[in-house]
């Protein structure tokens, strides 16, 4: 069965950190770009970051030099590490295999004081 399951999310006060993990069948992950996406409440659901099946990775720009995506190849794993976390990060963030199209549940990230 095809799986993404994402895990790591929370609450934290502006400037906290948050590491983000989604475990993927292996079947999909070891071929496939990973990415991260983010909806917040009453917006579309936008891309953040991803990164490919040989670790080139990219981001969005409102998130350079905050985030970083990362994979583990033999967990068949991708990370999401997000510093100095802003109020406007607040979002469910989901899991995506781009090359086969499949999504995670998502996991809420909350960004308060």
């Known amino acids: 069965q095809v799986q993404l399951v994402e895990s790591g999310g929370g609450w934290v006060q502006p400037g906290g950190s948050l590491t983000l993990s989604c475990a993927a069948s292996r079947i999909i992950f070891s071929i496939s770009t990973m990415a991260w996406y983010r909806q917040a409440p009453g917006k579309q659901r936008e891309w953040v970051a991803a990164i490919t099946s040989g670790g080139t990775t990219n981001y969005v720009d409102f998130v350079k030099g905050r985030f970083t995506i990362s994979r583990d190849n033999a967990k068949n794993t991708v990370y999401l590490r997000m510093d100095s976390l802003k109020p406007e990060d607040t979002a469910v963030y989901y899991c995506?295999?781009?090359?086969?199209?499949?999504w995670g549940q998502g996991t809420q990230v909350t960004v308060s004081s």
């Open positions: 995506n295999a781009v090359d086969t199209g499949h």
